[in-house]
């Protein structure tokens, strides 16, 4: 960041690192408000970009993950994702986890999506990436604290799930959202 920044109404000063962890860098920096004059630090979660795939069988069945996450410190129902890494376009990373993930692959993969996580802390993106005629062609290649669960699902089971409140991960409701918008 440069040392300083001017956005309308705000000053910004050169941030400095906090943690440093394999998946975030935490930042701090100041920032005044001109209106106030005030001056206090605010912290940024550096995450890398994220995707959500949307993966659509032939007969129209969503391809659905099953894994835990310590966050929630449950098993939760999903569909595929991840980062993506430095300088891959986020559709190429939305087929690779899609591979990983669940070894399917398919065909006109494309983005339907793009948000924000969380602004007020956050600069990276989820992109929801929509894959086609998705089939099984390999075994899954997951990490090594990856336990995933892959099955099949029409995607009005997929919207009843959502209902009951079984998914209510924020950013695969949102890629949901996407696709739900995408098709009408």
């Known amino acids: 960041m440069n ?10 000063l050169q941030d400095r690192i906090i943690l ?24 940024l979660f550096d995450f890398p970009d994220w995707v959500n795939v949307v993966a659509l069988t032939p007969d ?14 449950r098993m939760e129902i999903e569909i595929p994702g991840g980062m993506v890494n430095d300088r891959e376009p986020p559709v190429d990373a939305g087929c690779r986890e899609l591979l990983e993930e669940t070894g399917y692959a398919g065909s006109n993969a ?20 929509l894959v086609e005629d998705a089939v099984k062609i390999a075994d899954p290649s997951q990490d090594d604290m990856e336990d995933i669960e892959c099955f099949l699902l029409p995607d009005r089971e997929v919207f009843g ?3 009951t409140g079984a ?10 959202m996407f696709y739900q918008n995408y098709k009408i």
């Open 167 to 176: 998914i209510d991960h924020g950013l695969v409701l949102n890629a949901l």
């Open 3 to 12: 040392d300083r920044k001017n956005v309308v109404g705000w000053t910004v």
């Open 60 to 73: 129209r069945d969503m391809v659905v993950i099953r894994q835990f996450r310590y966050g929630s410190n």
């Open 110 to 129: 494309r983005i339907i999506g793009k948000v924000c996580p969380n602004p007020a802390i956050q600069r990276n993106y989820c992109y929801t990436v």
């Open 20 to 43: 440093e962890t394999p998946v975030v860098t935490i930042k701090a920096g100041p920032v005044q408000c001109k209106r106030s004059g005030k001056q206090k630090d605010f912290y």
């Open 161 to 163: 799930l959502i209902a």
